[in-house]
């Protein structure tokens, strides 16, 4: 079956399924310079061995990622993103993507606090920082100095363009969502190679890959979680929290470029 992407430019047709993980699809497009990722109403955990449908949970990940790309692009730190449709639907760049996921601490949670004798909440300064290698059949596993060496995937000096640009990206995103209550706790990043050779921001950027806590709650109350860490331990109303933050957000006036309207069979 044929799907359109309808836009103000001439409709782009969807190419082949290029890639699909836990909570998106990627696709190739008639135009070489763009690709179309559709965000999937599908919650998962524990590095996908748990997974529900979540109605509407897709389009709210595509319209917060759409403005804190938007956010990012306008502080000068490059992306991936190229427009936003209004079906959950995004429109990105191609790029050559690094094998590894950048996680960036300003707190102490999650499995941090399995790993360290440190206290849930506690402010880490400078943030920390951390590199695994993205491989889900080996569970994404922690990279040293060393076996980052061995694995050879950046240079010495790729590394520190990396590490600079994932510090820049947490203290934007930390910044503007701490001017609505909300508190960026840690993150995970991807990034890849475009055609000229320039780093760029890819994924996503939505309370999937970014643990946010509410501020206009008690630390103690089950109510502070708007990210995924509510399905991960239970606590229902995913959906609810994710609407809280993509309202908030709105609250800072990004405007993302409008790819078009939907895809269409």
Same mark, same amino acid.
């Given at each position: 079956?044929?799907? %359109?992407?309808?836009? $103000?430019?001439?409709?782009?047709?969807?190419?082949?399924?290029?890639?699909?993980?836990?909570?998106?699809?990627?696709?190739?497009?008639? $135009?070489?310079?763009?690709?179309?990722?559709?965000?999937?109403?599908?919650?998962?955990? =524990?590095?996908?061995?748990?997974?529900?449908?979540?109605?509407?949970?897709?389009?709210? /990940?595509?319209?917060?990622?759409?403005?804190?790309?938007?956010?990012?692009?306008?502080?000068?730190?490059?992306?991936?993103?190229?427009?936003?449709?209004?079906?959950?639907?995004?429109?990105?760049?191609?790029?050559?993507?690094?094998?590894?996921?950048?996680? @960036?601490? /300003?707190?102490?949670?999650? =499995?941090?606090?399995?790993?360290?004798?440190?206290? *849930?909440?506690?402010?880490?300064?400078?943030?920390?920082?951390?590199?695994?290698?993205?491989?889900?059949?080996?569970?994404?596993?922690?990279?040293?100095?060393?076996?980052? *060496?061995?694995? /050879?995937?950046?240079?010495?000096?790729?590394?520190?363009? +990396?590490?600079?640009?994932?510090?820049?990206?947490?203290?934007?995103?930390?910044?503007?969502?701490?001017?609505?209550?909300? $508190? @960026?706790?840690?993150?995970?990043?991807?990034?890849?190679?475009? *055609? =000229?050779?320039?780093?760029?921001?890819?994924?996503?950027?939505?309370?999937? /890959?970014?643990?946010?806590?509410?501020?206009?709650?008690?630390?103690?109350?089950?109510?502070? =979680?708007?990210?995924?860490?509510?399905?991960?331990?239970? +606590?229902?109303?995913?959906?609810?929290?994710?609407?809280? %933050?993509?309202?908030?957000?709105?609250?800072?006036? @990004?405007?993302?470029?409008?790819?078009?309207?939907?895809?269409?069979?």
């Amino acid at each position: 079956m044929l799907h %359109v992407l309808m836009m $103000d430019t001439p409709a782009l047709a969807l190419g082949p399924l290029l890639h699909e993980g836990k909570a998106k699809r990627l696709y190739a497009t008639t $135009d070489s310079q763009l690709y179309a990722v559709e965000f999937k109403d599908m919650a998962t955990a =524990s590095n996908g061995r748990r997974q529900c449908q979540v109605p509407g949970k897709g389009p709210l /990940n595509c319209q917060i990622s759409s403005q804190l790309f938007t956010l990012l692009e306008q502080a000068g730190l490059p992306t991936h993103f190229r427009g936003v449709l209004d079906n959950g639907w995004m429109l990105v760049q191609p790029l050559r993507m690094i094998p590894l996921e950048v996680v @960036l601490r /300003n707190r102490a949670a999650g =499995s941090l606090l399995r790993q360290l004798p440190i206290l *849930a909440g506690q402010q880490l300064e400078p943030p920390l920082l951390d590199l695994y290698f993205k491989d889900d059949g080996l569970g994404d596993p922690f990279l040293s100095e060393a076996r980052l *060496a061995t694995l /050879n995937i950046v240079t010495p000096q790729q590394r520190i363009q +990396l590490e600079t640009m994932a510090r820049q990206t947490n203290s934007a995103l930390h910044g503007a969502l701490n001017r609505i209550d909300l $508190d @960026l706790v840690d993150l995970k990043l991807e990034f890849g190679w475009d *055609a =000229s050779g320039q780093l760029r921001l890819a994924d996503e950027l939505s309370p999937d /890959n970014c643990r946010l806590w509410d501020q206009r709650q008690s630390p103690d109350s089950p109510g502070r =979680s708007l990210d995924k860490d509510r399905f991960r331990q239970g +606590l229902g109303g995913l959906v609810d929290a994710y609407k809280e %933050v993509n309202q908030r957000i709105q609250v800072l006036g @990004l405007k993302p470029q409008h790819g078009g309207s939907r895809v269409k069979s």
